[in-house]
């Protein structure tokens, strides 16, 4: 369960913080090369984006391996964690996924009629893949895994997952967002991207949001068997939800090598600096591989993030097994400086 902050604060959109580190933003993006391919394309917002859809579709089929054919466009990630939920959950059925995780596709699932099979983590914050398998049944509409997983930062190991998709996908659709993914120090070693060529019935959900800085532009992309894809656009459509700006911006991004790796860069160096700091003050967080990092805090979870937001720092809190956790976006050196500041403040 996790308190969000506009309980706290209703327009903390408008505030200004002096560190932003509640939504695993990233705050080097987007990169100027981004930036001026966006300008560029102002002009041209008055056609339909369509050939640049189409021209990024065939630049992510390359990069990832696959067909055009696997691709499909999204607003953002969580159009396509949504639309999915609602195409093969619209009769029901259950979802089975780790608690905690990341909960868009769940709670669409859930709002539409459908059940979730909640599935702890293990102990080491990884999937407990055994249990998620004996957790599917008949009515089992889709299978999600998120990794590295929001809000733990954890990671589950890749031959074990890779197994995993292999035979749960028998059963039922295996959706794999993999939102942190670049964060990784070996993404490519990671992803399940490459089961989709295969022909495992295995989707994976990419976004523009984390590392190419891109949050507010809204690019995200799935990749799917041509069978799955179809099923949902079918339904409902990928690309009509860009805008060509966006569009042209992630293609840019894409070439843009250099600022994606300089990115994976500073995002460790914050966490090996956050992490040492709240160590030294006595917090334990959970290894992390993403751009954010969760520990927990003696603190009633509402008033602490109060008392950082007093201080101008917005953090996430969550209630896990009935304890309050508290999770901090990787921002730059002196955003994380600014956090342990108001930490120290308001765990005195
Ligand atoms: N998946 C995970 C695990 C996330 O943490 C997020 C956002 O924080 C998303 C998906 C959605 O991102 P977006 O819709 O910006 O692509």
């Not at 099979?117 to 004996?134: C, G, T, W, Y």
């Not at 070996?186 to 989709?196: F, H, K, Q, R, S």
């Not at 590392?211 to 809204?218: Q, S, T």
Request: charge should be negative; charged fraction near 25%.
């Amino acid at each position: 369960k996790e308190s969000t902050l506009w309980e706290i604060n209703p327009l903390y959109n408008e505030v200004k913080m002096k560190a932003r580190l509640l939504a695993n933003e990233n705050p080097f993006g987007p990169s100027a090369q981004v930036q001026k391919a966006i300008s560029d394309a102002i002009s041209s917002g008055n056609r339909y984006g369509h050939g640049d859809a189409a021209y990024l579709i065939s630049m992510l089929a390359e990069k990832e391996g696959v067909k055009p054919e696997n691709i499909m466009l999204g607003p953002g990630s969580t159009d396509l964690l949504e639309k999915t939920a609602i195409v093969l959950c619209k009769n029901g059925g259950n979802v089975v996924s780790a608690d905690p995780s990341y909960m868009s596709l769940v709670n669409t699932a859930k709002a539409i009629g459908g059940e979730w099979k909640p599935v702890p983590l293990k102990p080491d914050h990884s999937h407990d893949l055994q249990e998620m398998d004996a957790a599917i049944d008949s009515d089992t509409k889709l299978i999600y895994v998120c990794n590295p997983n929001n809000p733990m930062g954890a990671i589950t190991e890749a031959k074990q997952l890779e197994n995993f998709c292999k035979t749960a996908s028998k059963k039922a659709p295996v959706f794999i967002d993999e939102a942190y993914l670049e964060f990784m120090d070996d993404p490519e070693a990671n992803t399940m991207a490459p089961l989709v060529a295969q022909g495992h019935d295995v989707m994976i959900a990419r976004t523009f949001s984390k590392i190419h800085g891109m949050a507010g532009l809204r690019v995200g992309y799935l990749v799917a068997t041509e069978e799955r894809i179809n099923s949902i656009t079918s339904m409902v459509r990928g690309t009509m939800g860009l805008c060509v700006t966006s569009l042209k911006g992630a293609i840019a991004s894409i070439q843009d090598k250099e600022f994606v790796d300089s990115c994976r860069k500073w995002n460790k160096e914050s966490r090996e600096f956050t992490s040492e700091k709240i160590r030294g003050m006595g917090f334990k967080e959970v290894p992390s591989h993403t751009s954010f990092m969760i520990f927990p805090i003696a603190h009633e979870g509402k008033s602490f993030a109060k008392k950082m937001m007093d201080q101008g720092v917005g953090i996430r809190v969550y209630s896990i097994a009935d304890s309050p956790w508290c999770r901090v976006s990787m921002g730059t050196m002196d955003e994380m400086k600014t956090f342990i500041d108001a930490l120290k403040t308001a765990t005195a």
